[in-house]
């Protein structure tokens, strides 16, 4: 597993375009989208739309993968008391 990030396309709004993220992001986004029963690209356009103006994609869909994991977690402890 490296740290490095890797490359992928998706298409967002017709447009194929690259977004870098590390493999563990990848996994986990895939899972999110699983989840949801979306698409990769349904998802990744979601993302895009809710991004705002100044932030990347790439570190938008890092902050949607860290707010879904901890969204989990505090499900997780909820489900344990």
């Known amino acids: 597993m490296s740290g ?4 992928h396309s ?5 447009h194929r375009t690259s977004i870098s993220l590390e493999d563990e992001f990848w996994r ?4 999110i989208a ?6 990769l690209n349904a998802l990744v356009a ?8 100044d ?3 790439a570190s938008a869909i890092r902050i949607h993968v860290l707010r879904d994991l901890r969204r989990r977690l505090a499900e997780t402890q ?3 008391r």
């Open 46 to 53: 979601e993302i895009d739309v809710d991004r705002g103006p």
């Open 4 to 7: 490095r990030p890797v490359k």
């Open 34 to 39: 699983e989840e949801k029963e979306l698409a």
């Open 28 to 31: 986990e986004l895939r899972r």
């Open 10 to 14: 998706v298409t967002l709004k017709g």
């Open 55 to 57: 932030t990347g994609l």
């Open 78 to 80: 909820i489900e344990a």
